[in-house]
């Protein structure tokens, strides 16, 4: 009985690790609609406190912040492209909570 419980826990941990690894670089889902050049993806959003540093850091996928996306297979969640859009995103919140006060 030991041993089933034993197995049991080790094939469990191995698929939470397993399932880790499929998400480290931020995407969540990739989907290509286009052969080779358009894609849907869906990956995490960067922390904002990191958005002017130089290495951007992405939040953890259990935060629910996601970042739905639609364009070329090549984008990155953490690339060039995604740092400006969600910089100007922070920008526009900053803005709007600026104003109301």
């Not at 197995?7 to 286009?34: F, H, R």
């Not at 953890?60 to 995604?82: F, L, M, R, W």
Request: a negative charge; one cysteine or more.
């Amino acid at each position: 009985m030991k041993w089933l419980n034993t197995t049991a826990t080790v094939l469990l941990l191995t698929g939470s690790l397993a399932g880790t690894a499929l998400g480290a670089d931020g995407v969540l889902s990739k989907q290509e609609l286009t052969l080779g050049s358009y894609c849907h993806m869906k990956f995490t959003a960067m922390r904002p406190k990191t958005l002017a540093t130089d290495q951007p850091e992405l939040k953890h996928s259990d935060t629910g912040d996601v970042i739905d996306y639609y364009g070329p297979c090549a984008e990155s969640p953490n690339g060039k492209d995604q740092v400006t859009e969600q910089r100007q995103e922070e920008l526009r919140h900053w803005r709007d909570y600026q104003s109301r006060g």
